[in-house]
């Protein structure tokens, strides 16, 4: 019974062990079964759902290739600044979201409802506001707010305010280009963007665990114009006055190289200022894009046509009609009464009754032809995207063939009509505007693209060319000229003036508003530059000899001064002026706008030195004559320091620099070489 019942509790106590056994190999089967899915097939999908509970990837925008004129001033850079991000899923409480989305609101200046939008959609990564200003970064910093965090990224300065804004454009909040040469060299001016991982700490805010990529990898190329940011000063600075005591809606002007076709300066008034382009101003840059009826100017062309078709002689005689001339049942009107007169009195005089009847000799089809030799109706093809051909239809009515050749009845940009006045001054060679020198690489300093004198076609003999010259001439030196007032002490210069009425779209006629400009170049022998003004809508005197033309003179003098192109006239004697400042204005700066030396390193944009919204950039000064200088620094409430005489050759601190208002700017001046 013993032996018995030892036998029966030994075989219990085996089977207990074997399903204890038994049991411990299901639960081992079954955990290596869970780790096999989880470490094997799972492994991926909850890798990835753990690294979200640590880690970040924030996509950097890239840092945009600088913008510089022909000599290397810079004109637009990125400079460091903040971005604000914000996690609301680390906050909790609905609550406590709404607080924190009102703080950063504030601190932002951005719309609370908006923000909690934004919020709304659930993300976990929601860009509140990029590239903040330094006291921006300041008031989020002192905050502290939980879930909020800031990523360095590149913003675009531009530290000559707004020196050449319409022409450089603007770039959004995304970093694209919106306006101008940001946006038609977009793709070259972009470096690649770059994804950087980072840990987030207990409190959510990123801890960057890997460098960010080089600056080299983060940065496009570097564009180099043809203007000459000097010439551009003087251009806008005569023009915005001219606007502003005529109470004109607006004011344009273009500086050409005849010979080459750059683009030395490309003015518009009202200025627009890029670094807050959403604080009004126009941003259309209207001297490429907006056409206009040209007028008078026009008689330019037309007649050079006549004179090439061999309809019209120098010394033919034409009949003026003493001032009235009657087409079908329009009557055509000039302001001087001409009997018999010659074709350069008639351009002299700006007559419309000798411009129409030799327009009559030439005919319908050969006019369109000669005015569309010089390029109108066609687009330049300057680097500026949406710009318009103009048009220049067929005159059918013999009303509309007498209004073309006085420049009513086409439309026009000011930089084909500048174009094709240089094409005159190019003994009859139009050439292609341009506005882009160089396109270099940014880490080997490589050139990418070269831009070139690219002629287009002859538009006239230079026989013609140089008849016409002569008679241009005379419109500014002889006492009937109606561009008189276009002198320039000390040189000669050729042009011609225009005064177009403009077209009211409701009544289909025209209305009492006038298009003013003087077209001209200089000097009038050896033709350098060609150079067009033209004011939208003058108030008072509004004839292109009177308001534009002065423009023109004052332009064409600071360009002959920084040419350094010797006066064919004696000069007129100094105005006597105290300081070194009336000393400095005397010389001729050295500089030579067709210069191929390559560009000096962009210096980098300082935008925390002076941090807070007062401080201000420091303008580039190279090459001004002092009072342009000190009137430009005057104009940021800074003040002046000054050593030498002559031109600006050095300046510290150096241009780009964020400073606080009364900040001295020493300035370094050197006679011309």
């Known amino acids: 019974m013993t032996v ?22 299901a639960g081992f089967t079954v955990v290596a079964g869970r780790a096999v899915q989880l470490q094997v097939l799972e492994r991926d999908k909850l890798g990835g759902m753990a690294r979200d509970q640590y880690v970040r990837e924030i996509e950097l ?31 909790g409480p609905r609550g406590e979201t709404a607080k924190v989305t009102q703080k950063l609101a504030r601190a932002l200046s951005v719309d609370s409802r908006a923000l909690t939008r934004k919020l709304a959609k659930g993300s976990r990564f929601v860009w509140v506001k990029r590239r903040i200003s330094p ?32 022409v450089l454009g603007f770039v959004g909040d995304d970093g694209d280009g919106l306006e101008g040469m940001e946006v038609a060299f977009d793709e070259a001016l972009k470096g690649e963007p770059a994804t950087i991982p980072s840990l987030r700490d207990a409190r959510g805010m990123q801890l960057f665990g890997d460098a960010p990529a080089p600056e080299t990898v983060l940065e496009g190329a570097r564009l180099e114009l043809t203007l000459e940011q000097g010439l551009q000063v003087a251009a806008e600075t005569a023009l915005g006055r001219a606007v502003q005591e005529s109470k004109a809606a607006s004011g344009m002007a273009v500086v050409l190289d005849v010979k080459t076709g750059e683009i030395l300066a490309l003015a518009n008034a009202p200025t627009f200022n890029p670094n807050a382009p959403r604080r009004g101003g126009e941003m259309r840059d209207r001297a490429v894009l907006d056409t206009f009826e040209p007028g ?91 710009e318009p051909r103009g048009s220049v239809p067929l005159p ?71 008849l016409m010259a002569r008679w241009l001439e005379e419109v500014v030196s002889d006492p ?86 010797q006066p064919s006239e004696p000069l007129p004697p100094a105005k006597p002026a105290p300081g070194a400042a009336a000393l400095a204005e005397e010389g001729s700066p050295a500089l030579t706008f067709a210069a191929a030396k390559p560009a000096p390193e962009v210096e980098e944009v300082e935008s925390e030195q002076a941090g807070g919204t007062s401080a201000v950039s420091v303008p580039a000064l190279s090459g001004l004559p002092l009072r342009t200088a000190v009137h430009a620094l005057e104009e940021l409430d800074l003040a002046t320091d000054v050593s030498g005489s002559g ?3 050095g300046q510290s601190p150096r241009p780009g620099t964020r400073v606080a208002p009364g900040t001295r700017v020493r300035l370094t001046l050197a006679p011309p070489g």
Not at 137 to 163: C, F, K, N, Q
Not at 310 to 332: M, P, R, W
Not at 445 to 450: A, I, R, S, T
Not at 490 to 499: E, Q
């Open 296 to 386: 008078s100017t026009m008689k330019v062309f037309s007649i050079a046509g006549a004179l090439e078709e061999k309809v019209l002689k120098a010394q033919d005689a034409i009949f003026c009609e003493n001032g009235t001339y009657t087409v079908g049942s329009h009557q055509i009107h000039d302001h001087h009464k001409l009997g018999w007169t010659g074709p350069s009195r008639i351009i002299i005089t700006s007559s419309n009754v000798g411009a129409a009847k030799i327009a009559q000799r030439l005919g319908r089809e050969k006019l369109q032809r000669a005015l569309l030799s010089f390029g109108f109706g066609e687009r330049t093809g300057v680097d500026v995207l949406g």
């Open 396 to 466: 059918r009515a013999a009303v509309a063939l007498a209004n073309m050749a006085f420049g009513q009845g086409l439309t026009a940009t000011p930089l084909q009509v500048t174009t094709a006045m240089a094409a005159i001054a190019n003994g009859g060679m139009l050439m292609k505007p341009w506005l882009v020198r160089r396109v270099f690489d940014p880490t080997s300093g490589k050139v990418l693209m070269q831009g070139a004198p690219t002629p287009v076609r002859r538009a006239v003999s230079p026989a013609t060319a140089t």
């Open 647 to 649: 031109r600006v050759v």
């Open 480 to 565: 009937m000229g109606t561009g008189k007032k276009a002198k320039v002490p000390g040189w000669r210069v050729a042009g011609k003036t225009g005064t177009a009425q403009k077209p009211d779209p409701s009544t289909g006629g025209y209305s009492d508003k006038n298009f003013a400009s003087f077209v001209g170049f200089a000097p009038a022998t050896a033709p350098q530059l060609a150079i067009g003004v033209f004011i939208d809508e003058p108030k008072g005197p509004d004839f292109g000899g009177d308001v534009a033309a002065p423009v023109f003179a004052e332009i064409a003098r600071s360009a002959l001064e920084m040419l350094g192109t």
């Open 4 to 25: 018995r019942g030892d036998a029966r509790a030994t075989r219990w106590t085996a089977l207990r062990i074997g399903i204890i056994g038994l049991l411990f190999a």
């Open 61 to 91: 925008q890239p840092r945009r290739g600088a913008i510089t004129d022909r000599n290397g001033t810079v004109l637009a850079a990125d400079g460091p600044a903040d971005s604000v991000y914000f996690d609301p899923q680390e906050l």
């Open 135 to 166: 006291a921006e970064s300041d008031a989020v910093h002192a905050l502290d707010l939980p879930g909020v965090g800031m990523v360095r990224e590149s913003r675009r300065y531009y530290p000559r305010r707004e020196l050449a804004g319409q």
